[in-house]
């Protein structure tokens, strides 16, 4: 499984940006995906993500400013991240998880597959 990210950037506070995460090397679909995020000198961290089922979850953090989204016949995954904070600014990571097999939230520890992730910077 490959997973590449893009549309990281530059960006001033209040604005927006949408990721894009291309998954590839199966073909099953039945699996949960997400966004997470590393800033410099801190843990990895939950930002979104989405169950095989439609469920979504969102970190307190990002709630009501991101949104999670798919394109499932293109296999490609989206975060449209909206009113940008300074403390935004991360290396954004796509993640999955085996085949089905549900999301435990936001949690980070169990995806499988990582992709080498985009950085966001967010300016005040």
């Known amino acids: 499984v490959q997973l590449v990210e893009s549309g990281g950037g530059s960006v001033q506070a209040g604005g927006s940006l949408r990721l894009s995460c291309v998954s590839s090397?199966?073909?099953?679909?039945?699996?949960?995906m997400g966004w997470f995020r590393q800033a410099p000198g801190k843990e990895h961290e939950g930002v979104a993500t989405?169950?095989?089922?439609?469920?979504?979850s969102y970190s307190d953090t990002v709630k009501g400013r991101f949104t999670i989204s798919q394109d499932k016949p293109n296999n490609i995954l989206y975060l449209q991240m909206s009113s940008l904070k300074p403390e935004d600014t991360a290396v954004y990571y796509c993640?999955?998880?085996?085949?089905?097999?549900?999301?435990?939230?936001?949690?980070?520890?169990?995806?499988?597959?990582w992709g080498n992730g985009t950085l966001v910077t967010v300016s005040s």
């Open positions: 993640a999955r998880r085996s085949p089905a097999h549900y999301c435990s939230g936001v949690e980070y520890k169990n995806m499988d597959y």
């Open positions: 090397g199966d073909t099953y679909s039945n699996y949960c």
């Open positions: 989405l169950d095989y089922d439609g469920r979504t």
